[in-house]
């Protein structure tokens, strides 16, 4: 499922349990799906629990969820800072938390998920290029600010130019990034002897 | 290599004692943690707090975000070099080392850890710093990050220093975790996610004011800061209309002073 601001579609379902609880929060204007964009992720290990230690969020969809199969439900933020795509959910057909591998997994595939969207709907930029786990990196998103007033463009563009152009170059996102930083750094120039030393 | 038996002189005459310090620190906290708190204004809070008290020359914090990996949430500067300095701890350094046995780590004299962190210690000695200090975050079986504290001297904390710098490191794990996450390990991975993304948004909208105005990392960050608190907006918040364009850029960098 993605939102956009305003629009919300769901993108694609794996089966007809996932398709039903994805319908359910576009009927309903309430779900974890649409919470998860909002705030972040929302884990449920068990609908039919009190699942959020008194929290009641969504009556009517939690009731619905769990008529159409699902016992626990996991909605991921699609997002990269200020920049919100959507979310997506996993179910289970039976109630059980994550694990900390598999929610470690889950929120790596939300971020290269959140990555991808935004490289494929980002004018101009045809190359693929492969995860690289560089979103992790302050410099990344300082560069993105950096480079969306620098260039006029949103910074979820330049975002996505920035790895095109790394991916282009060869080089690193994370090389190209600090590169940007300290350009406009102010003290940068100075500075930049002694950064080489000591990288 | 321990410090003398009188440690140097780290507070101005006159600004009280420690205790004293400590009391306002807690007082600041108390108000900051409010209803629907910024997570990350806590957390900045704290880190400046561990400089004032503790008379570190820098303070950061570290958190692991589930993927394995650990981020800077806060740093006492915010020019790019500190968070640098931070962040290769990811790879290396008293911080991983800290996160992962769930151990306090001191490191006195950096100069003789090379052996032991050969790329971390060339980049922290470069930036001034001669002893390091780490104390985990941690929550019953759960460590969920590191405080960091650098001296641009050689310093070994005492005992009583490491009680008053653990119980802001633990200030700090109840902020980002919040009361009602103490039950669940489910709300703690939401409460961390949500404060790691906010982070990013912030790292974004530096960028932002940095180009615009002209700033460093440092100076942009101030801006962002004076501005929320000027007009009760919300760090993250502020952040987010910044990067997304949805606020006058303009009128938070103001006139230049």
Redesign the interface.
Known sequence: MMTAAGHRGIVCCTDRVAAAIEELQFTLGEGPCIDAFH???????DLAGSG??GRDPWPMFTAAAFASGARALFAF?L?????RIGAFDLYRDQPG?LD?TQ??IA??FA?ELAVTILRDRSPGVSIPWPAD?S?????V??????????LGM??EDAFVWLRARAFASGRPVVDLA?EV??S?????IE?RG??D??R | MTRPAEPPIRHRPGSGSRERQLADVFVTLADTLVADFDVLEVLDVLVRACVDTLGSTAAGLLLGDQRGQLRVMAASAESSRLLEVFQIQNDEGPCLDCFRTRQPVSVPDLSIAVGQWPRFVPVAVASGFRSVHALPMRLRDTTIGALNLFHGDEVALTVEELRVAQALADTATIGILQQRALQSSNLMAEQLQTALNSRVAIEQAKGVLAATGGLDMEQAFQALRRHARDHNLRLSDLAREIATGTTDVAAILGPRA
């Open positions: 705030r972040g992720p929302v884990l449920l290990d959020h230690l933020p997002q990269v800072g200020a920049v938390p900390e929610l470690g929120l790596t971020d786990g979103s992790s990196h302050a410099e998103h300082q560069a993105s600010g950096i480079l969306s007033v620098q949103s910074v600090h930083v300290n406009t750094d102010p003290n940068g500075r002694t950064d030393e000591t």
